[in-house]
């Protein structure tokens, strides 16, 4: 079921259209990965994407250097490429962090993590589930006490049965966040339906940050159109 209301939760393009006002903090459609620095996995950019490929990294990641400040719109596409055979991995979006780690880490400093995890056996269902820790440190990492909620995934995006990955456009999950920085309240968007979205809520506000940082585990997946701006 799907939920409207989440106390707190995950994660994660580019926008499809800005509204007036809205400045780019940064925007990377991957011609080469510039800024982007990787801490652990297989990172390459192909064919105008940024691909993590290996799906037996459990702790892959890599970040880059974006200032983050007010109401903050996150987005990017995402598509399966392998993995999964064992009916588990996740994938997320480190948001607001003020030094990420340079290693491979749990935990970037003093950041959050929105993640979607997709694990059969703790949940027993066939979809992705949000969840969202405050990171602390390399390995202390706050995970908000709730058991997560089911994300609206179809299963043909995120599944072993999910087109190959010479097929761009089918496949494609497209991932917003909204946060402001000043209240600690949010938004998560519905990817099938964008006029929808989860209220999210941090608490109280949220300090600065100066990166963000990709990651996923135990599968292979293509990001795609990431991009920052900020609601003015």
């Not at 064992?86 to 003020?98: M, T």
């Not at 809520?201 to 920052?228: C, H, K, P, Q, W």
């Amino acid at each position: 079921m799907i939920k409207r209301n989440i106390m707190l939760i995950f994660l994660v393009g580019m926008c499809t259209a800005s509204a007036f006002g809205d400045r780019i903090l940064f925007a990377d459609s991957f011609e080469y990965l510039g800024e982007w620095e990787p801490h652990s996995g297989d990172w390459v950019v192909t064919d105008g994407e940024l691909r993590q490929e290996d799906v037996n990294e459990k702790i892959a990641g890599i970040s880059r250097i974006v200032r983050q400040e007010g109401i903050l719109v996150y987005e990017f596409d995402v598509r399966y490429l392998s993995g999964l055979k064992d009916s588990y991995g996740g994938f997320g979006i480190h948001i607001l962090v003020d030094r990420p780690t340079g290693l491979r880490s749990w935990g970037q400093n003093r950041s959050y993590l929105f993640w979607l995890t997709y694990d059969v056996q703790a949940y027993q269902a066939e979809n992705v589930f949000a969840q969202v820790y405050k990171s602390k440190g390399l390995t202390r990492m706050e995970y908000y006490d709730m058991r997560g909620d089911e994300y609206p995934v179809p299963t043909d995006i995120l599944s072993v049965t999910a087109l190959p990955d010479t097929s761009k456009a089918p496949g494609t999950l497209h991932i917003k966040l909204m946060i402001d920085t000043k209240t600690g309240n949010g938004r998560l968007y519905n990817p099938n339906r964008p006029d929808s979205y989860y209220d999210i809520n941090l608490g109280s506000a949220l300090e600065t940050g100066m990166y963000i940082a990709l990651r996923t585990n135990s599968v292979a997946l293509a990001f795609d159109n990431v991009s920052v701006r900020m609601v003015e």
